[in-house]
């Protein structure tokens, strides 16, 4: 082991540690350790598929599948999707192999294009569509929280009218309950890691339980759909022609693999980080999309009423598979268990949400960025970035009275901007040359790398465009899908804060001696 003198950017003291060690790596960075090192691998991987969250996101969104493509482009469709999302994931392992810090994508772009005259810039704004992403992302799984709670009230009360300010409270409540769950969790070390633990089993013990009592049920009560079905059924109730629709299928699959970048911004409180990161950032991916797949092909085989599911009064076919062969009282059980999932899982995307909000103020890269980065000695988290951006994000609440478009929009950049946020470093990657990585580093493609980043690059290309499509060709003004009108916005937002703040502020200064 060599010893260097490091120059940290805030104390500006020399002092001296080991290389290699995680304070190293992360003084070398020009930062220090603020937070405590309290997540192992399997917490780490506990957390990350707990955000993913797939076969939970492929309950909500069961109803997509089903009508662009039917089981073809939800099977084949999670296939593809995975390997192109295992690649990208790939690609930015490597990189964050090199820079593990929790602002990532935004960092390593000003790591990777240093001295490029567009690099702060392009950063900044990678920065910007990140974090908004995450409180996006806050934001649509509260939803979905709402909507499953309001599902199991339809089930005892089915002509019960739900007012818009039902929706209003239970969201509000839903974001605020993680918000204090997650500041409460950080107070002691081992709390947060074992809170994901816990997770996950009780994540695989959910999802065991409902299939196997979906399977039980329906070869007691029902019929099972055949094979030719569940592997070769084609839908396409939307409009488009058929070839098109095939990739509009994928949205589902690239939504139950979204933020997988969970463990970037969890990177400083993960032991040895270069290793440890890349490697539960990607098997949480092979984790998801393997419960996701399992589900889909189990609820495929145990659908009744092929019409009956896709029009279900619920608007969630999901519901519909389980109240036709589970009963109404087998629906609520299994219900109220992914609520309880939906909800758990929201606390943890608040934790990776409030990291890259915490980094992103520590670089001067949003207003009042000195008073956002901060750590709570007592909570041991940054209690101000995580109830600044809970402020933030209960805001979108006031648009349930407002707009349905609007506030469908928000959120569905989630998807959008979290899916542009991972691979901006690696097309940075590619323009300025695979060789701006340092060599030997602790997780590499090797030749494969240039392979593995034109896939990423490719992937995210077709998705984004197809996450701008509205629902039917010639779309009404309440068809229409304003996401894209959303994402302007916010790389306007992001151009005006750049020049109010970000062009003065932005980035940090990395001084390091006897190296």
Known sequence: MVKHNIVTKDSGSARSVTWGSDEQVLADLGFQIE???????LSMLAMAFGILGTWIAFAASFGT?????????MLYGLLIETFSVYCTAASMAEILSVYPTNLGQAFWILQLAEGRPWAKLFSYITAWINMVG?????????VYSVNFFLAIINLYHADFVFQTWHYFIIF???????????????RHDKILPWFNNILLF??????LCLLVGLLVSTGKNGSFQPASFVFGGWNNFTGWPNGLVFFLGFIQAAYGLTAFDSVIHMIEELPNPTINGPKSMIWAIWVGAGTGAIFLVVCLFCIQNLEEVINTPSG????????????TRGTAA???????????????????????????????GIPFGNYFARISPYWKMPVRATFGQTCIVSLLGILFFISDQVLTAVLALA?????IACVLPILCLMIVGRSRLQYPRPYSLGRRGYIFNIIAICNSLICTTLFFFPSSPNPGTTGMNWAIAAFGVLCLFSLVSWFAVGRKQYGIVVVVEGQ
């Open 35 to 41: 937070l405590t090192r309290k997540f192992g691998r």
């Open 65 to 73: 599948g089903l009508t662009y493509g039917g089981p073809v482009t």
């Open 134 to 142: 995450w409180w996006s992302l806050i934001g649509s799984s509260s």
């Open 172 to 186: 509000e409540a839903t974001i605020w309950i993680t918000a204090l769950i997650n500041m409460g969790a950080a």
């Open 202 to 207: 009780a994540n695989l013990a959910t999802f």
């Open 316 to 327: 969630l076919p999901f519901v519909q598979i389980m109240l036709d062969v589970l009963g």
């Open 334 to 364: 299994g219900l109220i268990s992914i609520q309880i999932q939906a909800v758990i899982g929201g606390v943890s995307i608040t934790t990776a949400a409030s990291r890259l909000t915490f980094a992103l103020a520590r670089d001067h």
């Open 415 to 419: 998807s959008i901007t979290l899916n």
